[in-house]
């Protein structure tokens, strides 16, 4: 038999070989060189790169997101587009809580413009960021609550926790008006039991027990985490962008009014990042998690699973799979053979527009346009539906991600097109894909989603082994 091995060097040995890092045989000394390695031999690297580490060659990402939000103008421009879209609601909506938002957030973006154009640098942003999160968040939150004014979604919320401890179940039997409706999966009761728990007989109580101040908890918690996996390392704290992404109309709005679908962006993107990491239990159980909360997260399962497929290979991606299928199944299954038709009408049927009483989720979208037009325009905004996600899963399959970010992005895409194509959708569903987009990109210090070394594979059908090396 022939060897092909380099006369004097010993095969890479060590946790990816599975043998001993003991020599079987002796190395002759080689002299040593400027390089620090074996003449004949530069470029060599014994083991694949690892998790992490960036390439000598990989160029520096200049549309740096991190690095843009830091000059002055950009910042003040913000602050201006923010005062703006705010300062419409009072004119523009005939929602009182919209209106009351709009009237404390206008003023307080204007502020917060003028001290990060005005302070020193090295404070103007972080006050400029407390002062839209105060007048924009925390004061109108706190007005809302004390007075008892929300979004119908979170009494819906409220109400199914108190049905889950005295029925067994978060669901009405039998629904008469929109209210009466829950098209929510049923671990979204969790956030409900403060309420339930608490009541509402004082003050304290009331500002405990709201379901937006969980709503809050719940996504705040969930973006810090996926920065710290994303990070590449720890050289800034994630406490200014994750104030400045609160305190901005994307998110403060939704948060102010019901935040309803926040815990939802929050656990899509600690999904992702445990995926990329290869935390494959833990991204397993976060998305059950978003699974039973919304059955409209359900598509950032395969994405998941095929990164981590695409980066270390099929086990730990299967392992992912049935780790979120299985808590799930265990919530959920309980509920379909004892509540299907209530789960049928409830969560997917009234969603979609096909029950007697229409969602109140009536947002000019393309779809809801559509579907306006009566029984031919309902169908129409269906197909279409139909047609935009067998798009996104052709893209899944054909070009599968290779980091969070690429997942997130291919995610947002889909959960856009759901959005807009639906037949009733509201514009705050999008703050969800926006994020997913956001804060990926800011947590990991970079704007594009590649991931080096990439092998080039482009199809799924190629079955390329992992980018990654499987442990």
Known sequence: MVSTRTPGFSRPRGRFTGRSAT?????PA???????????DRGHRPFPRQRGEEGPSSPPDRLN???????????LLGCLVAAGWAAGFPIVSDLPNQRLWGTLAA???????????????????????AAALLGAVLVPLVVLVLQGRHQSEVMVVE??????FSTGSPYLPDPVVVTDYNPYLPAMSLFGVPRALLGDGNALARLAGDARIWFALAFVACLLASWRLLRPSRDRAPLLPLTVLTASPLVALALVGGGVDLPLIGLCCLAMALAERDRTIAAGLVLALAGTLKWTVWPALPVAVLLL????????????????????????????????????????????GLTAIQTPAGSPLPGKVLAGFGPTGHTAS???????GLGVTIWLLARPPVSAIAAADLLATGLAIAFMLAPAGRFGYLALPAVLVIWPRLAARRWSGARPPV?????????AGPVLPVR
Request: proline fraction near 11%; charge should be positive.
């Open 382 to 388: 269906l197909v279409l539906l139909t047609v935009g």
């Open 455 to 463: 092998r080039p594979a482009a199809c799924l059908l190629n079955r």
């Open 30 to 40: 080689v002299p040593p060189t400027g390089s620090g390695r074996p003449p004949g």
């Open 107 to 129: 003023p307080a973006y204007l502020l917060a413009g003028l001290l990060c154009l005005l302070l020193p640098r090295r404070v103007a942003a972080r006050a400029g960021a």
């Open 309 to 352: 497929w695409r980066l270390y290979g099929r086990r730990p991606a299967a392992r992912a799979g049935l780790a979120a299928l299985g808590a799930a199944g265990a919530v959920m299954v309980p509920y379909v053979l004892t509540r299907a038709e209530e789960l049928r009408d409830q969560v997917v049927r009234f969603p979609l």
């Open 23 to 27: 020599p079987t045989a002796p190395v």
């Open 159 to 164: 109400r199914s926790a108190r049905l889950l």
């Open 65 to 75: 997101p991190a690095r843009l939000a830091g000059h002055r103008g950009v910042q």
